[in-house]
């Protein structure tokens, strides 16, 4: 994209995209506190933690593993949490209830966040098999029967050592999950009708006697059993109008809470919960909340909060506030605050507490189907209560039909006494009631990548959903730069509108689709799901259309080229080569990378494999937080910066040469349960055909050389993932990567360093860029941009000389959900970036100078090629398209904007719930 040019767009809102509506949210737990210390634990937990992994449940099956964006030192993070990995479901099937547990609690400090390679997930779909995932590779680790029909609630105990389940049939099954294992435990009394929820109880410390005696005694074994905690009752919400509270160790009912009932029919208790000094807190289909007394089981205090069911509830980390929402699409919050009796005489005024509703905010358009907060509420006795920094605010994430997850942050009211910091950076407000809340956005494609691809030769744009895939053709334009971009409507359903539709595809899967790609010009189409990869040759029709010929024998040429062992053949990532020539297939579970030649003639032969790599399969180790390389065949450089990420210029020069055949094959067996083996998330190829390169979850990324077809070179790992890659059309031997926290890395591939000419830029990145909410999600290039100078003219100039100044720019585009920014990678950002200044017009009124509209839209009156360039900032803000899906260049001045307005997705959904008031229709 060349600066002071016009460029013709294609705002896409044809794509019938829908992400899937969030079912389930999870945080993970905190270990248990020490039964022996009592003073330490609670005093300990000033230090605020940092955010822990986000699990979030899609009605597709899908699984979502998002990760906090914010370094150890900051609080702040305004990406929040962004996708990090996604384990595709099986189809079909759908997510009702996540729960985590901590692998090894001896591992974890009290005042420590578990890593997610020590926690274990489990799920359950509304069948009657409890599901554990495995986090490495993005599949089913183990099922178990319930044995009692469809799972309505998994709920661990707090020691994470057992899991309750609601059955179905009545009962409350326990599930021992301690020692890694996953059996029955033991089974409660049935009662006639469904549990719906289940809350535990506060765990009951041992007998402090007992543990003076252990102490005594001084054994290792005892030592260790110090800290054990035993659980002592449980509570479920029945439908049958009641709450029921089951003692642990007999399995029997202690006692039975009844709710009201409507016209005889019953009341379902879809939520419950427990704090740590025992009361019970209950959410039915009536809209009220209830509180109870432990004790007695009476009710204490019933709030009308909503006018319909009653879905989801989570409770504050010092359990002070309960959170509920549901049908209405409302978030009520539920204070417990201190009141004095002002009619008391008694000089010594006894003061009380008591709950109130104290705030209530509708912050989604449909259903609300599932709450998180964190930290996490552990319900513990006011003895062992842990307490966390009062001057950071808890955030609360929510999620439902409307398919994004909210998050807001969720300060206490009585917490503004002191300054409160907001993690999120939305507002310098951070309680419940005032603060901004925002929605994270969702993307079109796992990891964080768009499913939508785009075929510049054949003008095709092919978009991937969970089991089938639409090509579209981008019809030529004309004149491109004689379109008006502020008056066209695209809505219109005109023949010539600019594109047709020419081809769907049905596919039978094991899994919903995780990869897809479209060759240049437009012969290949490759897709994937997580156990096998399928090949389609494309045929053009005389009417147009596209006929598909599937390539049989692939998935068995890709087999063949993978260990015995290897269970699946399907892929994670998938990429065509520029001439079209080439596909490189990342495996699924196993992380090979292979090369197939598919030909340049038009004659049909069956692919042929060109090579397997497998570095990414090498093991790995953490030092500090970074990932460092192991077998002795790649090293880390030592010296990156952490506030900055940006490893000095001859830092590059990691890994020279090419690797052995020996050291490939080596690298197979090196592979165990400490050193898991990564997920390919994202490649990118230059446009000249003679690099890729690829990266995965384990921030390690590498570069082969497709002409080759050698390894070439391994990037040091940076502080933040990496969502974006491209090569630079002008220049393709220097690769652009976007990281997750919005900054911004350059390589040159072939010197393996990062250029001098580019840090100017990245180690001076504006903060109205990497403080952008929505994180980065592409990169792209014109392709009609201009050859750029080699690095040896480039330095040997001086910034200030004539030379310099008549060197063409280095312009990409990147975007993200919400933003498109066009940044000149070389050149000396100044104050002035993202110019927004004011200007009078002759007749005095202000105008804005934004010089990203320009930019964009051809169609921008008055302006002057020569006035435009003086107005060009180093970075170039466009915000009118969203929320974007897919943006790239299907020829040079010629962009394909795809959108996916919210309107358009949320009309496909059912009515959301309206209830008219007295006096109104």
């Known amino acids: 994209m060349i600066e002071g040019t016009s460029l013709s767009v294609h705002r896409c ?134 044995q009692g029909g469809s799972i309505w609630a998994v709920t661990p105990n707090p020691a994470g050592t057992q899991l309750a389940l609601g059955c179905e049939d009545g009962s409350i099954r326990l599930i021992s999950i301690e020692y890694d294992t996953l059996t029955h435990l033991r089974r409660f009394d049935r009662i006639k009708s469904r549990i719906l929820s289940i809350a535990w109880g506060p765990p009951v410390p041992r007998e402090t006697g007992k543990i003076s005696e252990n102490s005594a005694e001084g054994s290792d074994e005892d030592d260790e059993d110090e800290d054990d905690w035993s659980d002592a009752w449980l509570v479920a919400g029945c439908s049958d109008s009641s709450l029921r509270k089951w003692d642990v160790g007999t399995g029997r009912v202690l006692d039975r809470m009844a709710t009201e009932k409507v016209k005889g029919e019953r009341t379902l208790v879809w939520a419950v919960g ?23 089981c009476t009710q204490t205090d019933s709030f009308p909060g909503h006018a319909a069911d009653i879905l989801c509830m989570t409770i504050s980390p010092d359990g002070t506030a309960v959170y509920t929402s549901g049908v209405d699409q409302k978030i009520t919050q539920f204070t417990h605050v201190k009141i004095t009796n002002p009619d008391s005489k008694s000089i010594l005024k006894r003061s009380s507490s008591r709950w109130i509703m104290s705030a209530s905010r509708r912050m989604h358009s449909h259903d609300v189907r599932a709450l998180a907060i964190w930290p996490p509420h552990t319900a513990l006795p006011p003895t062992y209560r842990r307490q966390f920094p009062i001057d950071v605010a808890p955030i609360l994430a929510s ?78 334009r004309r004149d491109p730069n004689s379109l008006d971009m502020e008056n066209l409507d695209l809505d219109d359903e005109k023949p010539d509108g600019g594109f047709e539709r020419i081809l769907d595809m049905d596919l039978n899967v094991h899994t919903n689709l995780v990869a897809s790609a479209i060759s240049d010009d437009g012969r290949w189409i490759a897709v994937s799901d997580w156990y096998e990869t399928k090949l389609f040759e494309l045929k053009q029709e005389s009417n147009g259309d596209l006929t598909p010929r599937r390539i049989r024998d692939f998935s068995a040429i890709l087999h063949s080229q993978l260990p015995d062992k290897t269970q699946s053949a399907g892929a994670s990532s998938l990429i065509f080569s520029p001439d079209s020539s080439k596909l490189v297939i990342t495996t699924a579970m196993s992380s090979y990378i292979v090369i197939f030649d598919l030909g340049r003639g038009s004659a049909p032969r069956s692919p042929v494999v060109l090579r397997r790599f497998d570095q990414h399969r090498a093991a790995d180790t953490t030092v500090g937080g970074r990932v460092i390389k192991g077998n002795g065949r790649m090293r880390q450089h030592s010296e990156v910066q952490e506030d900055t990420a940006v490893p000095p210029a001859d830092a590059g020069d990691l890994q020279d040469g090419d690797a052995s055949e020996d050291e490939s094959s080596s690298a ?24 890729l390169v690829t990266t995965d979850t384990h921030g390690r990324t590498f570069i082969f050389n497709l002409d080759s077809v050698t390894y070439h070179a391994t990037l040091p790992s940076f502080a933040s993932a990496i969502h974006a890659l491209a090569f630079d059309t002008a220049s393709p031997n ?53 050859a750029a100078p080699s690095n040896e003219d480039a330095s040997g100039q001086g910034e200030d000389s004539a030379a310099s100044k008549s ?115």
């Not at 905190?30 to 003073?39: D, I, T």
């Not at 349960?673 to 690099?691: C, F, H, K």
């Not at 919005?742 to 109205?768: C, G, I």
């Not at 804005?848 to 970075?875: C, I, L, T, W």
Request: hydrophobic residues 40%; charged residues 20%.
């Open 13 to 146: 809102r044809f794509v019938d995209f829908s992400p899937s509506a969030i079912t389930a949210l999870a945080f993970p737990p905190l270990r248990l506190p020490s039964v022996k210390g009592k003073k330490s634990a609670a005093s300990s937990g000033r230090k605020a933690l940092r955010p822990g992994t986000l699990a979030v449940g899609r009605s597709n099956g899908n699984i979502e593993i998002y990760e906090w964006t914010g370094s150890e030192r900051k609080v702040q993070a305004p990406q929040a949490w962004v996708v990090r990995k996604t384990i595709p479901g099986p189809h079909p099937s759908k997510v009702d209830c996540l729960a985590f547990s901590i692998k090894n609690p001896d591992h974890v400090g009290e005042d420590e966040v578990p890593a997610l390679a020590n926690l274990r997930l489990f799920s359950a779909g509304g069948s009657s098999e409890l599901v554990e995932w495995d986090f490495d590779r993005a599949c089913i680790r183990r099922t178990l029967s319930s």
């Open 807 to 921: 060197l063409p720019p280095r312009n990409a585009l990147f975007w993200g959900s919400t933003w498109l920014c066009r940044i000149k990678l070389d050149a000396t950002p100044g104050p002035t970036a993202f110019d927004k200044r004011r200007r009078r017009d002759q007749f005095g009124s202000k105008r804005s100078d934004h010089a990203s509209y320009s930019a964009v839209n051809p169609s921008a009156p008055g302006v002057e090629d020569g006035e435009m360039e003086k107005r060009q900032r180093n970075f170039t803000l466009v915000t009118k398209y969203r929320p974007l899906l897919f943006a790239d260049f299907v020829a040079p001045k010629e962009l394909v904007v795809v959108e996916r307005p919210l309107v358009d997705v949320l009309h496909g959904l059912p009515p959301a719930f309206f209830k008219p008031k007295y006096g109104r229709t």
């Open 734 to 786: 220097t690769l652009v990567m976007g990281l997750a926290d919005n900054t911004l890395e350059v390589y040159d591939v072939e010197t393996r360093s990062f250029p001098r000419w580019a840090q100017r830029v990245v180690k001076h990145m504006p903060d109205k860029f990497t403080l952008m909410h929505d994180p980065i999600i592409g990169v792209t290039f014109d392709p009609g941009a201009m």
């Open 274 to 296: 427990v704090l740590g000094d025992g009361t019970i807190v209950s959410g039915d289909s009536m809209g009220i909340v209830k509180f109870w007394d432990p004790v007695t």
């Open 399 to 476: 999620g439902g039909l409307d398919m994004s997850v909210n998050v807001t942050p969720a300060a206490l009211p009585s917490a503004t006494i002191t300054i409160i910091t907001n993690p999120l950076a939305t507002s310098t407000e951070a309680t419940f009631e005032d603060s901004y809340n925002r929605r994270l956005a969702y993307s079109s494609g796992p990891f964080n990548v768009s499913a939508i691809h785009l075929a510049r030769q054949a003008r095709l744009l092919l978009c991937m959903r969970d089991t089938s895939l639409t090509v579209w053709r981008v019809l030529q």
């Open 668 to 691: 197979e067996d090196d592979t165990s349960p400490n050193n898991a083996v990564p997920t390919v998330t994202r490649m990118a190829a230059s446009p000249d055909g003679q690099w």
